[in-house]
């Protein structure tokens, strides 16, 4: 795919179409801290922070899949809109060094897909038309990294704390008060959980017993998100679920 790369320019001079101005409107009653979720990393390592980014991408789609496949549109739409919105700006301009052709336009396909309701065989191509760019995002940070096992713990950890800021706003006054939020959390931390098993034949091999330790932490803060559309009473509150991640962090440590 290095053709890709010279058709860079044409797409990268359209992204001011998307003011920041339009961001703010679409985002009305949707709470500043929303913006918190790639704020939190802009002081990691700039391969790690891509890498969280490209996991926070991923447990949105991952979380509006699942919604779509409820036939809830509705609902599933902001998780198609939020990787433009708010971390596609900030991978941007790593992208080529990746090795990654820009992808907004695909984000932008899909996300109007979904604002279309259209299923079946237009939302299955637009969404593997994204897959397909996050693939190469993985392989170009595979290059890049002598323990790649590791660096994906590295990677998952951050999107675990991400998911509990997000938990945090969802949860007000004993309820989950924001479907979104609690969304993206459930996106988040499901995403992390794939990545763990994706690497861990090689983190069975590091330290099997830190393996085990992060597998029941996983299990355990998932019964906090039983399903993609909230449960009317948390069945967990936001203590409980930075205690979950706590541990899972700990254990993570030993793998990394």
Do not use: C
């Not at 995002?137 to 509990?164: C, H, I, N, R, Y």
């Amino acid at each position: 795919g290095e053709s890709g790369l010279s058709a860079q320019s044409p797409d990268t001079a359209m992204l001011p179409a998307t003011s920041p101005g339009v961001v703010i409107a679409q985002h009305a009653g949707h709470d500043a801290g929303e913006g918190g979720e790639s704020r939190g990393l802009a002081n990691l390592p700039p391969d790690l922070a891509f890498a969280a980014r490209v996991t926070l991408l991923r447990g949105h789609l991952l979380v509006g899949d699942e919604l779509v496949r409820q036939q809830q549109w509705n609902a599933a739409l902001p998780h198609f809109l939020h990787p433009t919105e708010e971390i596609y700006g900030d991978i941007r301009d790593q992208l080529a060094g990746y090795r990654v052709p820009p992808f907004d336009g695909s984000l932008k396909a899909l996300s109007d897909v979904v604002k279309a309701k259209k299923g079946g065989a237009e939302y299955t191509k637009a969404l593997k038309a994204v897959h397909d760019a996050l693939g190469a995002a993985d392989a170009g940070m595979k290059a890049k990294q002598s323990d790649w096992p590791g660096f994906v713990v590295e990677a998952a950890v951050e999107a675990l704390k991400a998911a509990t800021g997000e938990y945090q706003q969802a949860v007000v006054g004993g309820k989950i008060a924001k479907p979104v939020e609690y969304q993206d959390a459930r996106g988040f931390i499901l995403q992390a959980d794939r990545m763990i098993e994706s690497v861990a034949p090689d983190l069975q091999r590091k330290d099997s017993a830190a393996l085990d330790q992060v597998r029941a932490g996983l299990a355990e803060l998932k019964k906090a998100f039983p399903s993609p559309m909230p449960p009317r009473t948390p069945v967990k509150d936001y203590g409980g679920v930075l205690a979950d991640v706590s541990r899972i962090e700990l254990a993570a440590g030993k793998l990394m």
